[in-house]
Nanobody, 116 residues
């Protein structure tokens, strides 16, 4: 499975961004799709994930502001980020798990910077 993430950028506090991640390869084996982020000097953390059936989970820090969705027909996952805060600044990574491999697949990361 190969993952291509896009949509990052610079936005002012209170603004919005939409991240996209498209999967290719053995897409029929994809189970959970999600987004992680890593801020400078911090460990990578889960932001949100969504199952093949559409069940979503979020880290407390983004609940009510971020929405994760996926399009199984396109093998894509999205992260709509609203009311962005400076503390959301990080590199965001797309991650998927599959039925056929224990280790997850990671995308290349996309930078999100929230600053005035």
């Amino acid at each position: 499975v190969q993952l291509q993430a896009s949509g990052g950028g610079l936005v002012q506090p209170g603004g919005s961004l939409r991240l996209s991640c498209a999967a290719s390869g053995s897409i029929s084996s994809i189970d959970v799709m999600g987004w992680y982020r890593q801020a400078p000097g911090k460990q990578r953390e889960l932001v949100a994930q969504i199952t093949r059936g559409g069940s979503a989970a979020y880290v407390d820090a983004v609940k009510g502001r971020f929405i994760i969705s996926r399009d199984n027909a396109k093998s894509a996952v999205y992260l709509q980020m609203n009311s962005l805060k400076p503390e959301d600044t990080a590199v965001y990574y797309c991650r998927v798990t599959t039925y056929t491999r224990a280790a997850p697949y990671w995308g290349q990361g996309t930078q999100v910077t929230v600053s005035s």
